[in-house]
């Protein structure tokens, strides 16, 4: 295949990945923006710096990010109240050998926006939080297994489900079992096979067909079986809705866990719900060194209130809904309904690639990623955008995904695609979610 004359070069990006391998195993801090999940010599795998809804690789190229770090980043890249928040702070101190009154001014922020918040804990990672909110969950029940329905983290009890599970204990790996949320009948069909219950039914409330329902009868099974219901809002939260999915299905969990984009990109998370569970914080052992860390928790305040004053998340409705339309009509112009597919809320979308016409589900993806960097649009799959996204965004993606469908129609009509490609097809992590919506772990 002859690469047209759009192409980007990424010397730099492929010379530093070298550099980095030496030191660094998978060059990255995180699997999902590693360089085995991008086309090979054909995408950027260093960002030197950010802005609003871009970035600029370490070659100088510039990219709508459709990433936006793993969903960190909700406002933009250097939003400038939260950046304002953050120089003040720093002026101040960043750790302390004592809390800060900045801990309780957001724990109430927090409790003022979440339906199910009414005391709040801070850590790191969204890992951190979902492994709080199941052992609050075991110490509150006695008892001890979990069921998990999404993704929720790189710890041995989540973890242990999929197939990246070496390392993990077999003792712990029998303690979580996995089901659908979309299907609400394998929630029931796994809490029945274990009459000795379930600690925590722990779930991620996006990619459902008919959420309100799904939920709602998962809140009824919980209900039934004594377990803890723990919605992970790690991505969901403060972008469905200020106050998550929750907020927007109207269904209220026991346990509440956020991260991400609470902080628009400074590292924080909180687990927040009931207020007899949460006080058994004070038993159980959740605790670290950076809990507290005021950076972070001054950039929450100031993206939470921005989020609350400034309409982000009518914006990232509106915006996305209009994407995604856009989208949608690309897909039906160039008949590519079959392979192709736009699916969850409009505020954060996901495009959903299927095997079929004689190619792997990994050499359709591949090639649409790889396209769609080449015309100026970074993408892992997702369709998350900020509230900085713009009307030219919108027409420089739009435009992007017309020239990739264009071309993948074109492509399609020629049997061996793989053969031609000048990167080998991505293998996916592993598959947590919806068909074909891989981790972004
Ligand atoms: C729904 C969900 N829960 C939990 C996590 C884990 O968060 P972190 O990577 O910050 O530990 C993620 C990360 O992608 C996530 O998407």
Redesign the pocket.
């Known amino acids: 295949m002859t690469d047209p004359s759009k192409n980007k070069t990424f010397a730099a990006s492929n010379a530093l990945l070298k550099q980095a391998l030496a030191t660094i195993p998978t060059g990255s801090q ?1 699997f999902s923006k590693s360089h085995i999940q991008f086309p090979d010599g054909h995408a950027p795998l260093f960002v030197d710096r950010a802005q609003g809804a871009h970035f600029t690789d370490i070659d100088g190229n510039v990219f709508v990010d459709l990433a936006m770090g ?2 960190a980043i909700g406002l933009g890249y250097c939003d400038p109240d939260v950046d304002a928040a953050i120089r003040e702070q720093l002026a101040c101190g960043i750790s302390f050998s004592l809390p800060t009154r900045l801990e309780a001014e957001l724990a109430e922020l927090i409790v003022d926006v979440v339906p199910s918040a009414e005391m709040v804990r801070f850590a790191k ?4 939080v ?1 492994s709080a909110a199941v052992r609050l969950a075991r110490a509150y029940t006695g008892r001890e297994r979990v069921l998990a329905c ?5 710890h041995d009890w989540y973890i242990g489900t999929t197939t990246r599970d070496l390392g993990v204990p077999g003792s712990v790996r029998v303690l979580t079992d996995r089901a659908s949320a979309n299907d609400p009948e394998t929630v029931a069909t796994k809490l029945a096979e274990h009459p000795d219950g379930f600690a925590a039914i722990i779930v ?1 409330p996006m990619l459902l067909d008919n959420p309100k329902a799904a939920l709602s009868e998962i809140r009824a099974l919980a209900n039934r079986s004594g377990a803890v219901l723990i919605f ?1 809002e ?2 969901t939260g403060f972008r469905f809705a200020l106050g998550g999915a929750q907020q927007l299905y109207g269904v209220t969990p026991d346990l509440t ?1 956020l ?2 984009s609470m902080a628009n990109g400074m590292p924080l ?1 909180a687990v927040t719900g009931r207020r007899d569970i949460m006080r058994l914080m004070e038993d159980i052992f959740f605790s670290g060194t950076f809990g507290g860390e005021a950076l972070s928790l001054a950039a929450s305040l100031a993206t939470i209130r921005k989020i609350r004053k400034q309409g982000v998340v009518e914006h990232l409705w509106a915006m996305g809904g209009r994407l995604q339309t856009r989208l949608r009509q690309t897909i039906a112009k160039y008949g590519l309904g079959d392979l192709l597919s736009v699916m969850n809320e409009p505020c954060l979308g996901f495009i959903a690639v299927s095997e079929g016409r004689g190619n792997s589900q990994a050499v359709n993806r591949t090639f649409m990623l790889a396209e769609m960097i080449r015309h100026g649009v970074f993408m892992n799959g997702s369709l998350t955008i900020c509230h900085a996204f713009g009307e030219e965004d919108l027409q420089k993606v739009a435009e992007a995904f017309d020239s990739f469908a264009e071309r993948f129609s074109r492509e399609l009509e020629i049997p061996g695609l793989e053969a031609r490609l000048p990167y080998p097809p991505i293998t996916p992590i592993f598959t947590v979610r919806a068909p074909n919506a891989e ?3």
């Open positions: 995180t793993l969903a990672n969204g890992s951190d979902t999404g993704y929720h983290g790189w991620e992970d790690v991505v866990c991260g991400k998370s981790k972004e772990g």
